[in-house]
């Protein structure tokens, strides 16, 4: 039926599909459907945030919203009636303390872990090894003492509490350090010789070379701190100095009355971590070559 | 002449060494090091060395942060291991947990950067990866207790009776002590597989195509030999970063078990260690004792990163 010509062209072009294209094909496929399940319960979060009060008591239960509203939003926001303290407070702290943690940690990390690396005054392979340590317990071990120090500053249940005992990450120094090794001695040798002072190399020499390190613990720090649930859980007593997370964790159940206002909320929690990681993104992943740890 | 002077008096402070030139000249190597590490050294000491020095020392002692600490040896140690069966559950789901959670969440997150850095489109990939850890822990679980809520509104619940038919009623995920780990874990495997995902996609970027052309030619057939001989070894540092992360995580797993469970969770399925460790810490605030736990955990998770290490090393 085929002429000979023709297929062996069709064969040939068959080869090529399952040589090249069959795979990869099935791979896309595999990746999309992995997409599918980390995007499952975010895509629902979206649409349940816009849902009007009948969609949500819709049975069979629907996933995607039809007649999208800002209601849920505009409750959550500006009525306040039945909670003491506005949503609005909630995002102010998370906000504040996260962006001030953010700033002060990263300047700190920078400082340090430039010194380390390019200064490298006596037991500087002391202090690595001991930030090394300091990776390889998570930050519950050193909670009590901790709250003890807090306790003993009386800043208990104020912004400082959220923020000091945050201050020092050992990751954050860790991944500048890193990063800081690779960068040339003789950029700052030349600087020296033009007379810079040595405050002045780390500002206007070092910095502007550690940009995508710096950039991305930006991105990380803000992230772990605007997410984190367990400091503003022991160091906060008051209603109005909890963070979002907290918040989200008392808001009042998880009835499906409440799916909207919970989606609503969940979905400021989420936004702004996602916005700043999409944006800052290809610095993140310039950073992260560096990060590992020769055994 | 000058010149003369010059080399005398260097000479004599060869001969010499005058103490405060020496410790000048120390602080003129050192100085401006030791002042830029001061401030984080500062806080790295007083909120990580020393609490971890403290934890230790509170942990053999009774304390409830009003009256003086009671030193008591290893009476904590004794009580928790062989009286306090809560914290047995809690270490036991905290195991079960660790060894799922982590190995599952770090081979597919490796798994996932070793396939997206090979694909079009790697940078969408790795976003819509990678977004499940950008999100809280907190925020996701309210919204997955939608997914997961033991009527017939849950999502999984309605797939399960009214697309699957499998059952007809609904199942109890986050009452039922059978379920409410694997639930969990489930979770927590969604929120964790981008952790490492970001550090082995870096790692991946970072080697050469050359080296796989060359090992092609040396006798390197397929992908799979390809991931063992050069992919794996060459990766160490960061697969090692990874797993160390990895470990630290999942041993320190606690805000998505008490917001899908509550706290304490219905016959302490949840519970893990440092939900007890909150529980004893910071709700009857028996500070040693809550301490003795700290101490186990850090134990744990110190030991296991260290053997990491070694495993990593050998394998060089």
Redesign the interface.
Known sequence: MVKVRKKHRYFNWKRKIKRIHFSTVLLYACMLGLVAFTALPLIYMINTAFKPLDELFLFPPRYFVKNPTMKNFHDLLTAVSGTVVPFSRYIFNSLFTTTVIVFLSVVLSCLGGFALAKHKPAGSNFIFAVILAALMFSSHVTAIPTYMVVNFLGIVNTYWALIIPKLASAYNFFLIKQFADQIPDAFLEAARIDGASELKIFWKVAMPLLRPAWTTLVVFSFVNNWNDYFTPLIYTTSQAMKTLPLALSTLGGTSIARAGANSAAALLTTLPTIILFTALQGRVMETMSYSGIKA | MADMTEIKTANKSLLKPDRKKVMKS?WK?????????L???L??L???????A??FF?SLTNYN?IQKPDFIGLTNFKILFMDDDIFLIALKNTLIFSCIAGPVGYIMSFL?AW??NN?KGR?F????????????????S??????F?PD????IN?FLI?TLGVTTEPVLWTQDPKYILRVVIFISI?MS??NGF??F???L??ISKELYEAAAIDGIRNRFQQLWYITLPL???????GA??S???S??A??IA??IAGMPSPEYSAHTI?AH??DH??IRFS?GY??CI??I??VM??TL??VC??V??SR?
Do not use: C
């Open positions: 120390w190597k050192n100085g401006i090091g030791y002042l830029f590490l401030p984080y050294m806080l790295f007083i909120f990580i060395v020393i609490p971890v403290v934890a509170l942060m996932a396939v997206i694909l940078k990939f790795a976003l819509a990866f990678y977004a499940p850890s950008l999100t809280s822990g907190i925020a996701m309210v919204v997955w207790l939608y997914f809520s017939r509104f849950g999502l309605n009214n969604w597989m981008g970001l550090v996609l870096a790692g970027q970072n990766m160490q540092p960061q697969l090692l970063f160390i992360n470990i630290v995580g041993f320190g606690y805000d008490v917001a440092v460790l909150f810490a910071f500070m809550a301490s700290a101490v955990l850090f998770t110190y990163s260290k290490m070694r990593f090393r060089e």
